[in-house]
């Protein structure tokens, strides 16, 4: 099996869990994946408002530190809920912290994708070298829907995308393969992925395989689902080497 770097891999804590680089760890070892992009968990609480944030931002920067050669890139968190006080914490994030992109999942912040605030923060982004923003999106969602994504990608075409547990359902997948097709900067990331396994198929055709990236959404498993489901495709090596690790090395510029 080709090597893997997986870009959906979460450390720190929230109100119902919590996982530490060593665990993380441990689950990758077991699954095979030797490489991962780090954020923290989306649900992480915030009882000291911005300062939480930067709680966790400084774990995925010690993670990094800790372990470079299997932590090769970090993502911090924001929470528009905290407005324009927040905003510094992009400059960090990217400057003192040295990380590489932002996660936003906004059905957990209560406030929509295409807020101003959020404006704000991709403003912010938009001025460092290669900006990499992991954004959720949910079909029916009213705070994270896919069209949201569309809008944001538009207004900010030097930052790359990528869209989060995109294959989640089949319309969900339509979706985001869809604009994954019409934008260069939008990415899919399989995590979470429906089992059917057309969906992953139709996804390269429309797409481009090129745009596939493989994630786990570890801790949430065990046992990584969407390798056992790559390997039981009739995909090629190379094809798997690609959505395994060649595009996202490339994306972030490994």
Do not use: W
């Not at 995109?166 to 985001?176: E, I, M, Q, V």
């Not at 019409?182 to 399989?190: A, M, P, Q, R, V």
């Amino acid at each position: 099996m080709a090597k893997i770097l997986d870009v959906h891999v979460h450390i720190g804590e929230d109100l119902y869990r919590s996982c530490t680089p060593e665990m993380a760890l441990e689950r990758m070892d077991r699954n095979g994946i030797e490489q991962a992009v780090i954020s923290p968990l989306p649900t992480y609480p915030t009882p000291e408002g911005v300062k939480s944030s930067q709680k966790q931002n400084d774990r995925i920067a010690e993670a990094l530190q800790k372990y470079p050669n299997r932590f090769v890139r970090g993502l911090g968190v924001v929470d528009p809920r905290h407005g324009q006080a927040a905003v510094p914490e992009v400059d960090r994030i990217f400057g003192t912290l040295g990380l590489h992109g932002l996660l936003f999942s906004n059905d957990k912040t209560g406030l929509t994708m295409d807020n101003p605030v959020m404006c704000e923060f991709l403003s912010h982004a938009a001025q460092y070298e290669n900006p990499v923003v992991f954004a959720y999106t949910s079909q029916y969602s009213v705070l994270q829907a896919p069209f949201m994504l569309e809008k944001m990608a538009r207004n900010f075409p030097s930052i790359q995308f990528i869209n989060g547990s995109a294959l989640k359902d089949s319309t969900h997948a339509n979706c985001s393969r869809y604009m994954s097709s019409i934008l260069d900067n939008i990415y899919i990331d399989i995590a979470d992925m429906n089992q059917l396994l057309g969906v992953l198929r139709s996804a390269i055709t429309e797409s481009g395989i090129d745009k596939i990236l493989f994630g786990s959404n570890i801790p949430s498993c065990d046992i990584c689902p969407e390798i056992i489901n790559l390997e039981s495709t009739d995909l090629s090596d190379g094809e798997k080497r690609q959505i395994y690790y060649d595009n996202a090395a490339k994306l972030f510029r490994l």
